[in-house]
């Protein structure tokens, strides 16, 4: 079953607490926390500090998307802070398989991000080891960005690779994910919906959110 996942790239940071209970009320089941560091992505978020806060005002689980050099060096604080899962960028990461390890190792689910530009098949010795894979659908560092279509390709690619080599990873997307684009990556085998602009650009999280929900649990229907 698709599931939603509000990031709060785009809440009022000033009302977070607020904003994730409405996006919860919605039918957001995960939150998606963007972790930013200027140097990775020409953009600057939040860390650690953030993510203890918000551990206290939901129960739901932190899918914190780290978008940062040296992630190793932060994974460790993460845990402490209480995320649950983590994903780090395929592109950021000197030694893959070691820093996959030390997530677990601090009992998170590892995730392993990738940028529009990086095929799937460089995923494929680590993907017995992973939780969930996340596929950008825009270049990282900004909410509010177009779809990129070829995201759908590599969607595809790997739910074969996860049929064909019995293993269990989620398939979640991130990036331009709206009203006009949920059914088509739902129908290409995504299950962990990202949405920023969608759920908290209006203001009005629980409505929006639900209303996207809704059109993404349509897009599955019809395919059953
Ligand atoms: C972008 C972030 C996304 C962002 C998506 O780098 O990883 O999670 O919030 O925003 P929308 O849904 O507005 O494209
Ligand atoms: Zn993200």
Not at 111 to 118: C, R
Not at 139 to 160: D, M
Request: one cysteine or more; glycine letters at 8%; hydrophobic letters at 45%.
């Amino acid at each position: 079953m698709v599931e939603l996942l509000p990031s709060i790239l785009s809440a009022d940071f000033a009302r977070l607490a607020d904003e994730v209970h409405a996006a919860e009320r919605g039918g957001g089941t995960t939150v998606h926390v963007d972790v930013m560091d200027g140097h990775f992505v020409p953009n600057i978020t939040l860390g650690p500090p953030v993510v203890q806060s918000l551990r206290k005002h939901t129960s739901l689980p932190l899918d914190c998307h780290l978008m940062i050099e040296n992630p190793d060096d932060f994974i460790p604080a993460f845990a402490e802070a209480g995320a649950d899962w983590i994903s780090v960028h395929y592109e950021a990461c000197r030694h893959l398989h070691r820093t996959i390890q030390l997530i677990e190792s601090h009992g998170m689910k590892p995730g392993v991000v990738l940028n529009p530009a990086t095929p799937v098949d460089f995923l494929i010795p680590v993907l017995p080891m992973l939780h969930h894979v996340l596929i950008m659908s825009v270049n990282p560092g900004f909410g509010g960005q177009r779809f990129i279509p070829y995201a759908l390709t590599k969607i595809r690619q790997l739910r074969e690779m996860r049929a064909s080599m019995g293993l269990t990873y989620k398939i979640e997307v991130d990036g331009g994910v709206a009203h006009d684009t949920i059914a088509q990556v739902v129908e290409a085998g995504a299950e962990l919906l990202v949405a920023g602009s969608a759920v908290f650009g209006q203001g009005h999280a629980e409505r929006d959110g639900r209303k996207l929900l809704e059109a993404a649990r349509n897009a599955e229907l019809r395919l059953a």
